[in-house]
């Protein structure tokens, strides 16, 4: 009886059984690129990590249509070709231990493997320094392999361009949902472009220039915005908003240390708590009535150059601004610098979300300074 039974629900709709390796990779897929500012930002991080100095994001329909990513690094090498869209490839990593110290933007090696099973195909356009002016086309399919490598002339030095068509095509809700949310979901997609132009395009390679624009089917292109590569974040927030974006507007630059939590400790094995000293660079509104914004529109927070979301740090910014300056918020880039052992960017697949060790000590000593006329000192405190 035991074995008819087994025999009877082995087809059964309920039963248990393996799932196909294509859609094993278009669920998994789905969870490292989730929306359009994902996909920008996987190859623009790409792009900073191949030492790029000029990066051009193009948006066909809103990205709909395409998204293409132009840069000017170093490209990628002939011995490279098979394997650089390929799930859990990377030249970031060589072990799991390489997590704790790693600096690039990139590393999980999943980002194009992802694109190729999300879009209706991508496409890299490729030389390095050896091979320009001859460069070479990768098509990839849905699964990450590689087609034929077509060899065609550039008509630049060296660098890559990937393009990527029709985002989510293979899933039909979540086209439906991108293409009802066009507009929405680009100016996602164009804020977190801003927090790349801000920070790591002043810091990285020495400058980069990066410039963003829109193509409507059938209509003309229109600039986003752009930034001329100078390593300067202040130069960058008046290519973004113009000279008057730095109206009322003072440097950000703290330095304080950080005790280490019991519950840090615990975690660590440790007895006795160490320091951690931790460094704010950036820029952020005066202390004064009128001085700040209606809205919080402009409030940019990075790890080690690394633009993620910050929550608790940017209430602790507002609460404090708001009890000097009542109904307004401070514009902000925080730029917080602090050794790779005191926070994890392997949290989330996107790593915009970076836990932070001893959070909470972290954010009282940034809570306490004062502030003395039109300008602001940050006094700050060990806890």
């Given at each position: 009886?035991?074995?008819?039974?087994?025999?009877?629900?082995?087809?059964?709709?309920?039963?248990?059984?393996?799932?196909?390796?294509?859609?094993?990779?278009?669920?998994?897929?789905?969870?490292?690129?989730?929306?359009?500012?994902?996909?920008?930002?996987?190859?623009?991080?790409?792009?900073?990590?191949?030492?790029?100095?000029?990066?051009?994001?193009?948006?066909?329909?809103?990205?709909?249509?395409?998204?293409?990513?132009?840069?000017?690094?170093?490209?990628?090498?002939?011995?490279?070709?098979?394997?650089?869209?390929?799930?859990?490839?990377?030249?970031?990593?060589?072990?799991?231990?390489?997590?704790?110290?790693?600096?690039?933007?990139?590393?999980?090696?999943?980002?194009?493997?992802?694109?190729?099973?999300?879009?209706?195909?991508?496409?890299?356009?490729?030389?390095?320094?050896?091979?320009?002016?001859?460069?070479?086309?990768?098509?990839?399919?849905?699964?990450?392999?590689?087609?034929?490598?077509?060899?065609?002339?550039?008509?630049?030095?060296?660098?890559?361009?990937?393009?990527?068509?029709?985002?989510?095509?293979?899933?039909?809700?979540?086209?439906?949902?991108?293409?009802?949310?066009?507009?929405?979901?680009?100016?996602?997609?164009?804020?977190?472009?801003?927090?790349?132009?801000?920070?790591?395009?002043?810091?990285?390679?020495?400058?980069?220039?990066?410039?963003?624009?829109?193509?409507?089917?059938?209509?003309?292109?229109?600039?986003?915005?752009?930034?001329?590569?100078?390593?300067?974040?202040?130069?960058?927030?008046?290519?973004l908003w113009g000279s008057k974006g730095l109206d009322n507007v003072v440097d950000l630059d703290l330095s304080f240390d950080v005790l280490t939590e019991k519950t840090v400790l615990r975690r660590l094995d440790q007895e006795s708590a160490s320091v951690t000293t931790v460094k704010v660079r950036g820029?952020?509104?005066?202390?004064?009535?009128?001085?700040?914004?209606?809205?919080?529109?402009?409030?940019?927070?990075?790890?080690?150059?690394?633009?993620c979301n910050l929550g608790k740090i940017q209430k602790a910014f507002n609460e404090v601004y708001r009890s000097f300056n009542v109904g307004q918020y401070a514009f902000i880039i925080a730029d917080f610098i602090l050794p790779t052992h005191a926070c994890d960017v392997n949290v989330s697949p996107d790593?915009?979300?970076?836990?932070?060790?001893?959070?909470?000590?972290?954010?009282?000593?940034?809570?306490?300074?004062?502030?003395?006329?039109?300008?602001?000192?940050?006094?700050?405190?060990?806890?």
């Amino acid at each position: 009886m035991a074995d008819s039974f087994l025999d009877s629900t082995a087809s059964s709709p309920g039963s248990i059984r393996a799932i196909d390796g294509h859609s094993v990779h278009r669920i998994t897929s789905g969870q490292v690129v989730i929306d359009l500012q994902t996909a920008v930002k996987e190859l623009v991080e790409n792009s900073l990590d191949a030492r790029a100095t000029n990066i051009e994001v193009r948006f066909l329909n809103y990205g709909l249509k395409s998204i293409e990513v132009i840069d000017n690094g170093c490209g990628i090498a002939p011995k490279d070709y098979d394997s650089v869209a390929l799930k859990h490839h990377t030249s970031k990593l060589a072990a799991f231990e390489d997590l704790s110290t790693v600096l690039t933007f990139g590393f999980r090696g999943e980002a194009l493997s992802s694109l190729c099973a999300l879009s209706d195909g991508v496409t890299l356009t490729t030389a390095t320094a050896n091979e320009a002016p001859m460069g070479t086309i990768l098509e990839m399919d849905r699964t990450a392999n590689l087609g034929i490598p077509i060899p065609r002339s550039q008509d630049r030095y060296r660098g890559t361009t990937v393009a990527v068509s029709s985002l989510f095509k293979p899933l039909p809700v979540r086209r439906k949902e991108l293409e009802r949310n066009a507009k929405r979901e680009f100016g996602k997609a164009l804020n977190l472009l801003y927090a790349y132009a801000l920070v790591p395009c002043a810091t990285e390679n020495r400058g980069v220039r990066l410039a963003v624009s829109n193509q409507l089917e059938g209509g003309r292109k229109t600039i986003q915005l752009k930034t001329d590569g100078s390593p300067s974040i202040k130069a960058s927030v008046t290519a973004l908003w113009g000279s008057k974006g730095l109206d009322n507007v003072v440097d950000l630059d703290l330095s304080f240390d950080v005790l280490t939590e019991k519950t840090v400790l615990r975690r660590l094995d440790q007895e006795s708590a160490s320091v951690t000293t931790v460094k704010v660079r950036g820029l952020i509104s005066k202390f004064a009535v009128g001085a700040g914004r209606t809205g919080s529109d402009r409030q940019f927070f990075y790890i080690n150059g690394r633009p993620c979301n910050l929550g608790k740090i940017q209430k602790a910014f507002n609460e404090v601004y708001r009890s000097f300056n009542v109904g307004q918020y401070a514009f902000i880039i925080a730029d917080f610098i602090l050794p790779t052992h005191a926070c994890d960017v392997n949290v989330s697949p996107d790593k915009r979300t970076i836990l932070l060790h001893s959070e909470q000590n972290l954010i009282q000593a940034l809570k306490v300074y004062t502030s003395f006329g039109s300008g602001f000192y940050f006094v700050s405190l060990d806890v």
